[in-house]
């Protein structure tokens, strides 16, 4: 069986934790989209980690991690990861990396960084990890897939001046930055094809395989619906899509294998980057909840920047579950909420006079006005309860509005960062 988990809002919505919980009963888990641009935060016996490129469920010995065709491969960042994992004492994990997935060079990250700067006040709040850069040229065919690294010499030569030409008019007429050496180019995918050759693999005809065999596979998605190119904020979206959809096709199997989408929903808002943000809240209001949002507070996993804070957004949500196509909801943080007398949700939008609770296209979004509703607060501390039953009234009413608004059942409730604090509701 193949389940996705993915997000329904702007990421950060504790994707890391469930798959992590959910990777005790799989097989397999597969990363198929984005880089090392966002991080999961995960908590369990070997203490507390930030991953951003490998999935989350390398703490258990007996899963294979998968990166899939769809991520944008970081090479070195890779075995950084899985360096730190060895030497913080989790068993080396089992990896596989698609031999269709293709190579972030350090020239993205270059590229990524000299763009953010030639936009100054008008940047896109880029985490500068490469990833817009990657994925133009993974589309522009300009990108290197791992299976050309096994390409004769003189193949990958010849593609590699003709990259670097074109990257070198970029560099010297638009950003006015060192050029890029072919030679040396040549030698970092040398050094990259040395690194990553023992782990690569056919991963579509592996996962058909699996499949046959009925093992459990999970796709974990990156980020959320909202930044999604298509579907979310563009242009204050991510460069590859975080759909559940594109799981088939960042991991290569059939659409109709993915039978289960979990789509985790956070009992609040949080974004990072810039864009419109109709339910987010400002000042001390804000100031209080990020202090105590997440476990330690709501700061960017790949880049410690404060996030921006916003009450639940009904409105944005079950768009995101919508267009995410999710079968059921774990709703995540609610312990956080414990300290409010009161908590606003935003139920629908104003847009020029008139009230909608239909998601628009960002034009329209940029007006748009939150409709708010009060539901009263539980004003206790949620954690350590493990039955749905013994939660506060006010706390499942919470919930039960929560679930009316975006039409999808919500099973699992996280009360907790760690790996067990979670509530199975039937
Ligand atoms: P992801 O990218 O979706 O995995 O989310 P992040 O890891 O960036 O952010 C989620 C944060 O919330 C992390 O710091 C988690 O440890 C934390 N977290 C996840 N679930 C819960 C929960 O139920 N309660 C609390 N307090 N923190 C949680």
Redesign the pocket.
């Known amino acids: 069986m193949v389940r996705a988990i993915v ?1 329904a809002n702007w ?9 992590d919980m959910l990777g005790q009963e799989s097989d397999i888990i597969v990363r198929f989209q984005g880089g090392s641009n ?6 369990n016996d070997y203490g ?1 980690f ?1 991953l951003h490129l490998l999935p ?1 469920g390398v703490f258990y010995g007996h899963t294979t991690s998968v990166i899939g065709n769809g991520v944008a491969l970081n090479i070195p960042y890779l075995f950084n990861e899985i360096n730190e994992l060895v030497s913080r004492g989790v068993p080396k994990p089992k990896i596989l990396v698609s031999d269709r997935a293709q190579i972030l060079m350090p020239y993205h990250i270059a590229f990524d960084a000299y763009e953010e700067e030639r936009l100054g006040g008008k940047s896109f709040g880029s985490t500068k990890s490469g990833i817009a850069p990657f994925y133009s040229d993974k589309y522009a065919k300009i990108g290197f897939q791992v299976s050309e690294l096994f390409a004769p010499e003189d193949v990958l030569k010849e593609k590699v001046e003709r990259v670097v030409a074109m990257k070198n008019v970029l560099l010297e007429h638009l950003y006015h930055k060192p050029l890029l050496d072919s030679e040396e180019v040549y030698n970092t995918l040398l050094e990259y094809k040395a690194m990553v050759e023992p782990y690569v693999c056919d991963v579509s005809l592996f996962l058909h395989q699996a499949i046959k065999e009925g093992k459990n596979i999970l796709l974990e998605g ?3 619906s909202l930044k999604d190119p298509d579907h979310g904020i563009y242009p204050m979206v991510t460069s590859s899509s975080t759909l559940a959809a594109y799981g088939a096709i960042g991991a290569g199997i059939p659409p109709y294998e993915i039978k289960n989408i979990t789509t ?1 929903v ?2 609040y808002s949080s974004a990072v980057g810039a864009g419109a943000f109709v339910s987010e809240i400002f000042g001390e209001e804000a100031d209080e909840l990020r202090k105590r ?4 507070g ?1 700061f ?2 790949t880049t410690g920047r404060p996030r921006r804070m916003g009450w639940f957004d009904a409105v944005a949500t079950r768009y995101g579950c919508r267009i995410q196509g999710a079968t059921e909801v774990a709703l ?5 909420l414990g300290y409010l007398d009161e908590i606003p949700i935003c139920v629908g939008y104003e847009i020029n006079g008139e009230v909608t609770k239909d998601f628009p296209t960002t034009t329209k979004l940029e007006i748009a006005k939150p409709v708010w509703k009060t539901l009263p607060g539980w004003k206790c501390d949620i ?1 350590g309860i493990k039955n749905y039953d013994e939660l506060p009234k006010e706390c499942r009413d919470y919930i039960d509005a929560i679930e009316a608004e975006i039409g999808v059942p919500i099973t699992m ?5 760690g790996r067990d ?2 509530i199975r509701r039937k």
């Open positions: 997000g990421g950060d919505e504790g994707k890391g934790k469930i798959t966002a991080g999961h935060t995960i908590i507390k930030a989350s990156q980020l959320g985790v956070k009992a949002g997440g476990d330690a709501e960017g996993a995540t943080v609610l312990d956080v954690r409730v996280s009360n907790g960062p604090e979670i």
